[in-house]
Nanobody, 122 residues
Framework: QVQLVESGGGLVQPGGSLTLSCTAAGSIRNIDVMGWYRQAPGEQRALVAT???????NYGDSVKGRFTISRGNTKYTVSLQMTNLQPEDTAVYYC????????????????WGQGSQVTVSS
């Protein structure tokens, strides 16, 4: 079984920065895509950023130029560096992994983290 462990959420003032990290834990053979989505109260979950195993990156339109997704120190860790945060970035941020294969060849189409609250407020 693969789990996504998130860290780094919190409260920040407008214009500030935060970094979220996500590590996939378990006996992993491969993960095709890892990334971040967010959900604000009353809204649907939306794309923030994704990175494929071939390092192809995609950003949601609202975060382009402000957020950066990257690989961490291990193969199945991703970080999301968020700068110039604004109140509209307030949401629960979820780590996501797509097409996960374990070492015993069990496959999951999609795995989600538990969610990390990011609040931008003065």
């Amino acid at each position: 079984q693969v789990q996504l462990v998130e860290s780094g959420g919190g409260l920040v003032q407008p214009g500030g920065s935060l970094t979220l990290s996500c590590t996939a834990a378990g006996s992993i053979r491969n993960i095709d895509v890892m990334g971040w989505y967010r959900q604000a109260p009353g809204e649907q979950r939306a794309l923030v950023a994704t990175i494929t195993r071939n390092e192809r990156i995609n950003y949601g339109d609202s975060v382009k130029g402000r957020f950066t997704i990257s690989r961490g120190n291990t193969k199945y860790t991703v970080s999301l560096q968020m700068t110039n945060l604004q109140p509209e970035d307030t949401a629960v941020y979820y780590c996501n992994a797509v097409r996960v294969t374990t070492t015993d060849f069990r496959r999951s189409l999609e795995v989600w983290g538990q969610g990390s609250q990011v609040t931008v407020s003065s």
